[in-house]
């Protein structure tokens, strides 16, 4: 029997404010159970510290555990393919990060489009690189090393912690923005990097901050500038690579992304929760002591951030032809 449009029409609607209600339900009574928040990196790691920041806060706000699982390797593609074959119900969360916008056009042959089947929850902070040198190297400034490596091609060194690591893709959207040569050398992680930096066998490093603070307050490298728009509170004194180079930008950006499919009910309150705990004064100050700002933002907001930050990688993926190791 054909149902008159009209008939149709009220039990379509009607459908649709039982949905609503539904999910509003859902959302009220969410979390009923503990919370996992996939981590694609190993313990220790700062987007693995500020993750459990986070998953404290909000497991004492929600009154349910929300725990840090590790399931590190291939860049975080391991743990994001994890999340995205999950339960979309909210109760697996992916910690997400600057490897997932450049790993979407590093990898060619990916099980999953991040952009597509991950739904954004919050921005939770940026960490700075720092632009940093060997005190060997005959250099002060930003305009001074874009001068020395014009005049030496390929004679500087940048190591990194990897191909498509953080620390390389800054050093790669350097040379693509100054134009200048400097041969990149992959290591396996930042400290084996690091302890040849400090050695004098490589001479230039896009280290994070946080873990390269010491040295250059010790004096046993000399920092130059932070990637990040704004200039640190760690150390203040140091300026930005945008001062000289307008539009560089660069950083660790940790967020919650969940699989596509979660009721967004629950996507927003998470947002609500996650922006309630950027705003406490406890745990800004604990990201102020890992080099990290928080950054707030709406959901849509963040969505729009990845969107753009996988377009400009993908930009230098391409023009530095980065490869996976």
């Known amino acids: 029997m054909t149902l008159p ?10 459908a ?13 009574s969410y979390p009923a159970r503990p919370v996992r928040i996939i981590v694609g990196f190993p313990p220790g790691q700062g987007i693995d510290i500020i993750m459990r920041l986070v998953a404290q806060w909000l497991s004492e706000r929600l009154g349910q555990q929300f725990v840090v699982e590790n399931r590190p390797g291939a860049g975080g593609n391991i743990a994001t393919e994890f999340v995205v074959r999950a339960s979309a119900d909210g109760y697996t969360l992916l910690a997400t ?29 940026r960490v ?20 020395y490596a014009r005049a030496n091609p390929g004679r500087l060194n940048v190591a ?29 992680g930042s400290p084996q990097a690091m302890t040849d930096l400090l050695g004098g066998r490589m001479q230039v490093m ?20 932070v990637t990040t728009a704004a200039r640190s509170e760690l150390l203040p004194a140091l300026p930005t690579v945008s001062e000289f180079l307008p539009g560089y930008e660069t950083s660790g950006l940790g967020g919650l992304g969940a699989p596509r499919d979660t009721p967004p009910e629950i996507l927003e309150k998470l947002n609500r929760e996650v922006n309630a705990a950027l705003a406490d004064p406890g745990i800004r100050a604990r990201f102020s002591e890992l080099g990290a700002v928080a950054v707030p933002a709406a959901r849509s907001d963040f969505a729009k951030l990845i969107a753009d930050e996988t377009a400009k990688w993908a930009r230098v993926v391409k023009f530095a032809g980065i490869k996976p190791a």
Request: with cysteine; charged share 15%.
């Open 16 to 28: 649709a404010a039982l949905c609503a209600m539904a999910g509003r339900a859902q959302a009220q």
């Open 160 to 188: 990194s912690a990897g191909n498509g690591s953080s620390s390389h893709v800054a050093a790669e959207l350097f040379k693509m923005m100054a134009g200048v040569d400097l041969l990149h050398v992959p290591y396996r």
């Open 128 to 147: 700075p690189n720092v632009m940093e040198v060997h005190p060997s190297v005959p250099v002060g400034t930003v305009p001074e090393l874009i001068a």
């Open 5 to 14: 449009r009209r008939r149709f029409l009220q039990l379509a609607s009607g």
């Open 97 to 125: 990060g600057s490897n997932n916008f450049v790993n979407a056009s590093l990898y060619e042959k990916l099980s999953f489009d991040f952009i597509r089947d991950i739904a954004p929850i919050a921005s939770v902070a």
């Open 206 to 225: 896009f280290d994070l901050l946080s873990t390269s603070v010491e040295h250059i307050s010790a004096g046993r490298l000399r920092g130059l500038a």
